[in-house]
């Protein structure tokens, strides 16, 4: 039988050296004291360009030969199978938002996150119903957290196969996938390829809900590379700090 530990070994190394390379990053990367350059560095704060572009690249090549065709299948499924999936991975992660509500001294948000993961997870049929709707979901991750605690999301970074990144934001999403429900049943069932399986999961169901916007951005875009780069910071910037300091761009499309 196929040892999947023994071939994810080297993957938690390489993970824990990512996260080093990264809080080094991070400590580098200064943002200048005038205030029009300040506002145009944390606009891209892409010191790593060269190196991101080329990440870039190769995750354009693995979306369009694994990803797309994937999420094309998804979204030729009837819209009642569709939701059933997005339902599912969002309440998978509200484990996540408790955690992370609670780090950043929001007793309230939690308890409403677990209400809502409990009752999804019970009457909603594993989450695949929303019974609790979308007015109360509130979202939160570690690399929120992080860049709360330090006033700054940090250098964008294209991870690769995960894509789009930030410092706080890689951080933040390994430090979620040590105590996530995935990992956890991989941990008691000893089959460790289950996180794996469900975050390529959750991206492909992701990259159905928008596959119309990024066509369109390949499309069109003369650098689809700093459209998609541009579109994360601010998306990004309003997720932690509920603002942007640039025009606000609320759809891909």
């Not at 990803?67 to 998978?92: C, I, K, M």
């Not at 695949?128 to 979901?137: D, W, Y």
């Not at 390994?174 to 460790?192: C, E, F, H």
Request: aromatic residues 10%; negative net charge; contains cysteine.
């Amino acid at each position: 039988m196929f040892d999947h530990s023994a071939f994810l070994r080297p993957v938690r190394i390489h993970l824990i050296l990512l996260m080093c390379a990264m809080l080094a990053l991070s400590a580098c990367a200064s943002a200048p004291h005038d205030p029009l350059a300040k506002a145009e560095y944390e606009r891209i704060n892409d010191p790593l360009e060269p190196t991101n572009r080329a990440v870039f690249a190769f995750n354009s090549i693995f979306q369009s030969l694994i990803v797309r065709p994937l999420a094309l299948v998804l979204d030729a499924l009837p819209e009642g199978v569709q939701v059933a999936f997005s339902n599912f991975f969002t309440n998978l992660a509200e484990p996540r938002n408790v955690a992370n509500a609670l780090l950043q001294g929001d007793p309230k948000a939690a308890g409403t996150s677990l209400g809502r993961f409990i009752t999804n997870s019970t009457i909603g049929l594993g989450g695949m119903i929303n019974v609790t709707g979308s007015e109360n979901h509130n979202p939160r991750d570690f690399g929120q957290t992080l860049a709360r605690w330090t006033g700054d999301n940090g250098a964008y970074i294209q991870l690769p196969f995960i894509g789009a990144s930030s410092v706080t934001h890689g951080i933040g999403f390994l430090v979620d996938g040590l105590y996530s429900i995935p990992k956890i049943q991989a941990n008691r069932t000893d089959q460790d390829i289950l996180p794996i399986a469900a975050g390529f999961a959750n991206g492909v169901v992701t990259y159905s809900e928008n596959l119309a916007a990024i066509d369109n951005i390949y499309k069109t875009s003369p650098d689809p590379y700093a459209s998609f780069r541009n579109i994360y910071q601010q998306q990004r910037q309003k997720f932690v700090f509920g603002k942007v300091d640039e025009l606000e761009i609320t759809e891909l499309e």
